[in-house]
């Protein structure tokens, strides 16, 4: 019998594991069953070198409970251990830089067991003792039992073992006596082993039994995992059907899968795996991390940030890289010269398996446009290199439901929708049904209106407005017909300041007070066969407000009042009408208060232009009071000349009716003001 310390550089290695591990605690079942297969496909490696002349027999690595002794154990039938190897591999810890380790590494067991190769010691993050039993391939081999209670101080001693392999026995702690429940091994199993390239078994598949009115074992393992996975077989010897079933398997509540890539490389780094288009029109978040990364069939993470571009985040499936450790840090992830290889190859691969779909069936990528865009534009964003090798398969989709690539787009609308400075404007649409009057408007006028209506559609406007030559998008409704494409300078109204004044005062004076809305009245001349009013929404304004939704630093724009123009038709006949009424309504009292106005604003003028000749200090008190009283009299008479026009224009059923109708065409009538809209056109039918 042999005992002694395990050789480490610090007594304290066992509380540490436990204390400082225990977040990651459940990864000790990975690490246990991961051993097991290598010590199993070490084996079959020395079988077909011809270095191990037996018989392999049955290869199934085992998992079980014993609720009563509260142990889990781990059989295996590999290469099993010496007394000396034991000494070597588990007595002699390769562990170094303790001073640094607590800190450093406290938050993460992936971390500290990768590093420091304490795979077998995860299984002290849930124990108070372990056992191992086991039995060397090699001839002439004696069974040893090694023990240990979480201490330094350790045990090995003969023991009673048949056949080759080992057992790995777990007394579990009283602080984790969950894992002492089937339920939870089976998830656990299901988690980090289900492909596991050696059979694992977890006790008894189980059947109905009439007799005993429950569910019962059967003499059959229970095989958690599927040995050979789609992703290590040969892509030419795979039916769509297999990759379909596949994907049940790893998303049993999506829907099918639009295309899927199968990986396969060999140089300069080894890489295998199926990556899957899921069904996303928005919510991004949702469909995150549902790529799973393993190593050698061994699962890692979900979290493949650091390996794959984050646009593709958003694809579904599997990677296996043995070039990427088992145990792995997010930093390395960063870091690792190799892992951005991999993610270089893997954005290479989407691409050109998207163009080659786009290419060899345009019609079917064309149908499913709709569900790979939102993965394509956050591509665009995110991705500074990705417009490039995105433009020949990225399309734009128009209001008549056309799919057009960037090139034959810009050929479509080259020569009616270049603006008088020669910049092509691509008008678009974010709601086919909401700016419906506006994109007719628009295709009356001979243009052609595209429909961005996903998630990053508008904020994908940005990137390609830098990337199209001479260019810009405008919202169908971010202005009048004539001004969204200006050919021209536009005509000159044939008002009069004053009567301009007043048009805008009435129609201002009538506009909804609503809490961040805020509205700017404009009268131009836009011929007799437009509409008399129309509400308008800078384009800018509006993008940076909607930017700000997906933009850190943007919030400011968020919190911005919603800014419109009520834009009003100084040539169609019902405007015309309300200048006339305005004029024979208001005439007589805006008449001495106009007068008074000019006498009052010429007063003002002649203080400015005395004043503006003197230094502050020369100005006398009496002279500012002057001032100050003069402005104070303007202001007056400005109330008075509004009060005038809001009382007759409140009385107005046209003006009214106008500024509804331009409200109701945006959607923006409800409630209340929508209920009077109805009753006042009932009353004007009449």
Known sequence: MQKGNIGVTTENIFPVIKKFLYSDHEIFLREMVSNAVDATQKLKTLQEKGDFKGELGDLTVRVSLDTEKGTITISDHGIGMTEEEIDKYINQIAFSGVSDFLEKYKDNANNIIGHFGLGFYS???????????????????????????????????????????SDIILYVDDDCKEFLEKSRIEGLLQKYCKFL???????????????????????????????EPLWTKTPSTLKDEDYKQFYRTL?????????WIHLNVDYPFHLTGIL????????????????????NQVFVTDQVEG???????????????????????????????????????????????????????????EEKWDDLKLFINYGILSEADFYDRAKDFALLKDTENKHYTFDEYRKLIEAGQKDKDGTLVYLYATDRDEQYSYIKAAQDKGYSVLLMDGQLDVPTVQTLEQKFEK??????????IDRLIQKEDAPKSNLSDQERDNLSEVFSSQMPKTDKTEYMVEVNALGEEQRPVVITQNEWMRRMKEMSRYQQGMGFYGQMPDSY??????????????IDDTQAATAEALKPIESELKGQEARLAAINQMQDKKKPEEITQEEKDDKANTQKTIDELKEQKQGVLSGFAAKNDIVHQLIDLALLQNGMLKGEALDRFLRRSVELIK
């Open 197 to 227: 390239p050696v059979p694992v078994a977890f006790g008894k598949k189980q059947e109905w039994s009439k007799e005993q009115s429950k569910m019962v074992d059967t003499a059959e393992d229970n095989i958690i995992n599927n040995v």
């Open 471 to 480: 260019s810009r998008f405008t919202r169908v409704d971010a202005d009048t």
């Open 251 to 259: 998303y049993p509540m999506h829907d099918e899968p639009l295309f």
């Open 307 to 365: 390996i794959v571009p984050e646009f593709l985040t958003l694809l579904h499936g599997v990677i296996d890289s043995p070039d990427i450790p088992l145990n792995v840090s997010r930093s390395y992830l960063q870091s690792d010269r190799e892992v951005k290889k991999i993610s270089t190859y893997i954005t290479k691969k989407v691409a050109d398996r998207l163009k080659a779909i786009f290419n060899e069936d345009r019609k079917t990528y």
């Open 565 to 578: 123009n009520l834009v009003l038709n100084s040539d169609h006949p019902l405007i015309k009408r309300v």
């Open 123 to 165: 299984s002290f993050m849930v124990s108070k003792k372990v056992e191992i039993v086991t039995k060397s391939y090699k001839e002439g081999s004696k069974a040893v039992k090694w023990s240990c209670d979480g201490s330094p101080a350790f045990e090995i001693d003969d023991a009673e073992r048949e056949e080759r392999g």
């Open 276 to 295: 899957y288009f899921p069904r996303i029109k928005n919510n991004i978040e949702i469909t995150r991390n549902k790529i799973q990364l393993y190593c």
